[in-house]
């Protein structure tokens, strides 16, 4: 069984930046592809960012592009997202999920994916 605990959430103005964590526990993160998704109020979530097992390709949401980086540390079984240019409608519940499948298909909406993490809130104000 994996776990996934998220952390790093908080409340930032505009333009500003935050490093969200996930920390992985129960297996090895190798065999994994990790991602984030976002949800709000609502609506059903959405797919941020994505990373393969080895890190080395990445795969991001239309909205995020060239303002959130995904990146990985397999020997402290963490994943991270680091977001820059923060904006308001960037305001939701972040989710940290692991998949045994590619990357880049955690990226199709609606793909099942095997483990979520419980959400980490992130508000941004104007």
């Known amino acids: 069984q994996v776990q996934l605990v998220e952390s790093g959430g908080g409340s930032v103005q505009a333009g500003g930046s935050l490093r969200l964590s996930c920390a992985v526990s129960?297996?090895?993160?190798?065999?994994?592809?990790m991602g984030w998704f976002r949800q709000v109020p609502g609506k059903g979530r959405e797919f941020v960012a994505a990373i393969t097992w080895s890190g080395l390709n990445t795969y991001y949401g239309d909205s995020v592009k060239d303002r959130f980086t995904i990146s990985r540390d397999n020997a402290k079984n963490t994943v991270y997202l680091q977001m820059n240019n923060l904006k308001p409608e960037d305001t939701a519940v972040y989710f940290c999920?692991?998949?045994?499948?590619?990357?880049?298909?955690?990226?199709?909406?609606?793909?099942?994916?095997?483990?979520w993490g419980q959400g980490t809130q992130v508000t941004v104000s104007s």
């Open positions: 129960g297996r090895t993160l190798m065999r994994y592809s």
């Open positions: 999920a692991a998949d045994r499948t590619t990357a880049q298909a955690m990226s199709v909406p609606g793909s099942s994916i095997d483990y």
